[in-house]
Nanobody, 119 residues
Framework: QVQLVESGGGLVQAGESLRLSCAAS????????MAWFRQGPGREREFVAE????????VYADSVKDRFTISRDNAGRTLYLQMNSLKPEDTAVYYC????????????WGQGTQVTVSS
């Protein structure tokens, strides 16, 4: 099993920045791709960004491209999301997710961290 724990959320004003972290523990050797998703108030969960492993390709949702940057540490066990130029519509609970054991789909999820952007 793999456990994912997010941190770094908070309350900021529009235009400011935040950096989210996601620490993986447990059977981390099984982890493949890692990603960030978010769910805003009254909205469905949506994809934000993905870091593919081991080819290091990064994929972004159009809504965050050029503002957010996803990265991983060299061991591939910690995932980051640098969020710049935050907007009120970025307000959401942000979730870290990971694939594992070369199986399709994100089978591991964190508990989420709240990001609130005031106008």
């Amino acid at each position: 099993q793999v456990q994912l724990v997010e941190s770094g959320g908070g309350l900021v004003q529009a235009g400011e920045s935040l950096r989210l972290s996601c620490a993986a523990s447990g059977r981390t050797v099984s982890i493949g791709n890692m990603a960030w998703f978010r769910q805003g108030p009254g909205r469905e969960r949506e994809f934000v960004a993905e870091s593919r492993w081991p080819d290091t390709t990064r994929v972004y949702a159009d809504s965050v491209k050029d503002r957010f940057t996803i990265s991983r540490d060299n061991a591939g066990r910690t995932l980051y999301l640098q969020m710049n130029s935050l907007k009120p519509e970025d307000t959401a609970v942000y979730y870290c997710a990971a694939t594992g054991d070369q199986l399709p789909g994100f089978r591991y999820w964190g508990q989420g961290t709240q990001v609130t952007v005031s106008s």
